[in-house]
């Protein structure tokens, strides 16, 4: 069975892959469609979804890669761990030196995105990994988790969490550490811009529990109980994380950017019952032709998130009779296309096309890049 499970979980990987490509890709950012574009400030909306679908996916794969170990400490987890981590945070480091040079900037250095997307995986899996060799009981673990929740909501009400201003604790923390020029400068609903990273460092604390959970999930798959019995089991734990964080949300809002507690337990909910229904299709059901590019996405899917975003960028900057090339593609599909929205829609759809031509020839040669 264990195979067939990581089939389901390649699945859900290259699923998400595919999702963080599309939102991240539209023909133009003037026209999107509202459920591919990320909630202003509080709510959820389906792209939403994605960015901690992934960071929950990384605990269901730490169960099966940790428990070789036993939480033993050996030289060859601690080199594991180290390389993993630093070749994440550099690969961050290293797309957004590239934009930055791309776009003609001359100190890209001065200006280069400390945090981001692939940096806030390093520092969960770190974190995660640490806790989770350390901590032997699951009960205890658990307790850990609910701890980082709670402490972080305290962090939040304190210090001004909930608003999007430079007086945000964690605007505070990532301008006090990183500088100014170092951070994302978030969009305000009046078209004005603060130094806000959604990808801050005291808001990657959550994600520590999102990977815990998703590091539970992975166990009870790995359990050798009868399959019908794991499902259940992670069902009832994705509605139960499900009720919780939309009862809690009156409290505590959800909110991607600030990677609220309630937006960790209703992210975990959704992803846990797409697990299990995955599972459910792929491995019970055999269901498995409609998955296939899916899994071949979900085969690479470091290195093709990488390869993408080298490649929205090279569109973004080289220009044709002064033209981007990116606007040439979707101009082109505008003119068959007279709707923006969709146009934008099928230039994303065609990007997500030329980026599995690539990881499908990897596929093909049995090729699989890690780290």
């Not at 909630?39 to 890669?65: C, K, R, Y």
């Not at 990183?178 to 460092?201: K, S």
């Amino acid at each position: 069975m264990k195979s067939e499970r990581l089939l389901s979980l390649d699945v859900l990987r290259g699923i998400t892959i595919v999702g963080m490509i599309l939102v991240n890709n539209p023909g133009t950012w003037e026209s999107v469609y509202a459920p591919l574009r990320h909630a202003e400030w509080n709510g959820l909306t389906p792209t939403d979804l994605v960015f901690p679908f992934f960071m929950f996916i990384m605990g269901v794969s730490m169960s099966f890669a940790l428990s070789r170990f036993d939480h033993h400490f050996s030289r060859s987890f601690i080199t594991k761990l180290v390389r993993r981590t630093v070749i994440l945070f550099l690969l961050g480091l290293f797309l957004s030196w590239f934009s930055l040079v791309c776009a003609g900037v001359e100190q890209p250095f001065s200006q280069i995105r400390i945090l981001g997307v692939l940096q806030r995986l390093a520092l969960a899996y770190f974190f995660g990994s640490l806790l989770i060799m350390s901590v032997r009981r699951p009960a205890n673990l658990a307790w850990i988790s609910a701890i980082i929740l709670i402490g972080y909501i305290v962090l939040l009400a304190l210090g001004n969490g909930f608003e999007l201003s430079e007086q945000n604790i964690i605007a505070v923390t990532d301008r006090t550490l990183f500088g100014e020029t170092h951070l994302y400068r978030e969009w305000l609903p009046d078209g004005g811009r603060i130094f806000f990273d959604p990808e801050g460092l005291l808001s990657t604390l959550p994600c520590i529990a999102q990977v815990i959970i998703g590091y539970f999930c992975g166990n009870i798959l790995r359990e050798k109980t009868e399959i019908h019995h794991r499902l259940l089991q992670i069902s009832i734990l994705g509605i139960v994380l499900l009720f919780a964080g939309w009862l809690l949300s009156y409290g505590c809002p959800l909110n991607k950017k600030v990677w609220s507690p309630t937006f960790v337990l209703v992210t975990c909910g959704f992803a846990s019952l797409f697990l299990v229904f995955l599972t459910w299709l792929i491995d019970i059901r055999k269901k498995q032709k409609w998955a296939y590019p899916f899994h071949v996405f979900g085969t690479n899917p470091l290195f093709i998130y990488v390869v993408a975003g080298v490649l929205a960028t090279l569109l973004e900057v080289i220009t044709v009779s002064g033209i981007s090339l990116q606007g040439k593609v979707y101009t082109s599909i505008l003119l068959i296309l007279p709707d923006a929205y969709l146009a934008s829609l099928i230039y994303g759809l065609l990007f997500i096309g030329f980026n599995y031509l690539i990881v499908w020839v990897l596929y093909k040669k049995r090729i699989f890049i890690k780290i």
